[in-house]
Antibody, heavy 118, light 107 residues
Framework: EVHLVESGGDLIQPGGSLRLSCAAS????????MSWVRQAPGKGLEWVSSIYRGGNTFYADSVKGRFTVSRDASRNTMFLQMNSLRVEDTAVYYC????????????WGQGTLVTVSS | DIQMTQSPSSLSASVGDRVTITCRAS??????LNWYHQKPGKAPKSLIFAAFSLQSGVPSRFSGSGSGTDFTLTISSLQPEDYGTYYC?????????FGPGTKVDIK
């Protein structure tokens, strides 16, 4: 059974850094496309970043240069390193597995809350 | 970037009603359109991918149609557990973009 568990969310001051983790079970992270999607309080869904099977990475303009997505095959885990955090980065961050052909996010984690505030 | 719009922004319907939500892309996205359902405080759940393919385990009362720029999600007979917000998403090109959502309430 596919399962995704995010962790690492916290209350952090503006300008700070945080690393989110997404531990997977039931499939191999490095053999799949994976994404981070966030949702600010009371708002809709926003794509943040994706890492492709071959290792290519992609980012929303709003986080480019500040966030880095990576994965560790030995831990079957995906990460999101978030630097220079801003108040507007406050959101629940979800990790998701992307389907092979059509890239729909077929499985989602429960989310982890990142609050950026002084 | 491809912009996604949805209508209506919210609706209220009775159990057993047929409900239709539309999604429009700012340019052609072929069949690369996905639908999600999110209940308050929960993670989104994938319903339909590639415009009309039902995800495994999703009830058959959900269906999708469309291609190019105009898409539709239909719930043939609304059930009490179908409340929440429905989002469309284009996976045609980076950046991936979502529609603003349609909130569905049960009368």
């Amino acid at each position: 059974e596919v399962h995704l568990v995010e962790s690492g969310g916290d209350l952090i001051q503006p300008g700070g850094s945080l690393r989110l983790s997404c531990a997977a079970s039931g499939f191999t992270v490095s053999s799949n496309y994976m994404s981070w999607v966030r949702q600010a309080p009371g708002k809709g869904l926003e794509w943040v970043s994706s890492i492709y099977r071959g290792g290519n990475t992609f980012y929303a303009d709003s986080v480019k240069g500040r966030f880095t997505v990576s994965r560790d095959a030995s831990r079957n885990t995906m990460f999101l390193q978030m630097n220079s955090l801003r108040v507007e980065d406050t959101a629940v961050y979800y990790c998701a597995r992307d389907g092979d052909t059509w890239r729909a996010n077929d499985y989602w984690g429960q989310g982890t809350l990142v609050t950026v505030s002084s | 970037d491809i912009q996604m719009t949805q209508s209506p922004s919210s609706l209220s319907a009775s159990v057993g009603d047929r409900v239709t939500i539309t999604c429009r892309a700012s340019q052609s996205i072929s069949r690369n359109l996905n639908w999600y359902h999110q209940k308050p405080g929960k993670a989104p759940k994938s319903l339909i991918f590639a415009a009309f393919s039902l995800q495994s385990g999703v009830p058959s009362r959900f269906s999708g149609s469309g291609s190019g720029t105009d898409f539709t999600l239909t719930i043939s007979s609304l059930q009490p557990e179908d409340y929440g917000t429905y989002y469309c998403q284009q996976s045609y090109s980076i950046p991936i973009t979502f529609g603003p959502g349609t909130k569905v309430d049960i009368k």
